[in-house]
T-cell receptor
Framework: EAQVTQNPRYLITVTGKKLTVTCSQN?????MSWYRQDPGLGLRQIYY???????DKGDVPEGYKVSRKEKRNFPLILESPSPNQTSLYFC?????????????FGPGTRLTVL | KQEVTQIPAALSVPEGENLVLNCSFT??????LQWFRQDPGKGLTSLLL?????REQTSGRLNASLDKSSGRSTLYIAASQPGDSATYLC???????????FGTGTRLQVTL
């Protein structure tokens, strides 16, 4: 089954404790991205990647890191989480033909930083 | 900067009604527009994708239209059912980064 998976689905952590949210897709997509969803603000892009070893900042990259060492994986790293990073996070992927393709979303990771 | 607005923010209708959800965007230079459904605590399910060169797309009881020049899209749901209750999001895709810019959604409740 074609899908985007994220782990963990739920995470409660404390300020300053480094964490990684994994994202994996099995559709051989070139393009992957991370979004966060907050009440009243909608979904906002954090980082995106157009292919292996190619990443760039989205609208709200502060406090986050990403890497793209393999085509199927695009982990999101919070080196020193803070309470304002409490949010619902989504990973998405699509094939890349200049932006005309449907994006597929993972199930989401609900993160709480105390 | 692209901005996407969805009206109304919430809508409650009795089962069986036809309804229209609205989406407007400020910059018409888009690749496509997608409508998504989000159930509480769940991920996003893609409903319809309209390319910038298209005027509408249909899937079952859903029909989405796009008027790129005026910056508007509508999602028409025919014969609504309680199972249609969810938040509906529209998003436009544009720019070299292929970023999706989302509206804040319309929360739909279909009552028996």
């Amino acid at each position: 089954e074609a899908q985007v998976t994220q782990n963990p689905r739920y995470l409660i952590t404390v300020t300053g404790k480094k964490l990684t949210v994994t994202c994996s897709q099995n559709m051989n997509h070139e393009y992957m991205s991370w979004y966060r969803q907050d009440p009243g603000l909608g979904l906002r892009q954090i980082y995106y990647s157009m292919n292996v070893e190619v990443t760039d900042k989205g609208d709200v990259p502060e406090g986050y890191k990403v890497s793209r060492k393999e085509k199927r994986n695009f982990p999101l790293i919070l080196e020193s989480p803070s309470p304002n990073q409490t949010s619902l996070y989504f990973c998405a992927s699509s094939s890349w033909t200049g932006g005309y393709n449907e994006q597929f979303f993972g199930p989401g990771t609900r993160l709480t930083v105390l | 900067k692209q901005e996407v607005t969805q009206i109304p923010a919430a809508l409650s209708v009795p089962e069986g009604e036809n309804l229209v959800l609205n989406c407007s965007f400020t910059d018409s230079a888009i690749y496509n527009l997608q409508w998504f459904r989000q159930d509480p605590g769940k991920g996003l399910t893609s409903l319809l994708l309209i390319q910038s060169s298209q005027r509408e797309q249909t899937s079952g009881r859903l029909n989405a239209s796009l008027d790129k020049s005026s910056g508007r899209s509508t999602l028409y749901i025919a014969a609504s059912q309680p199972g249609d209750s969810a938040t509906y999001l529209c998003a436009v895709q544009a720019g070299t980064a292929s970023k999706l810019t989302f509206g804040t959604g319309t929360r739909l409740q279909v009552t028996l």
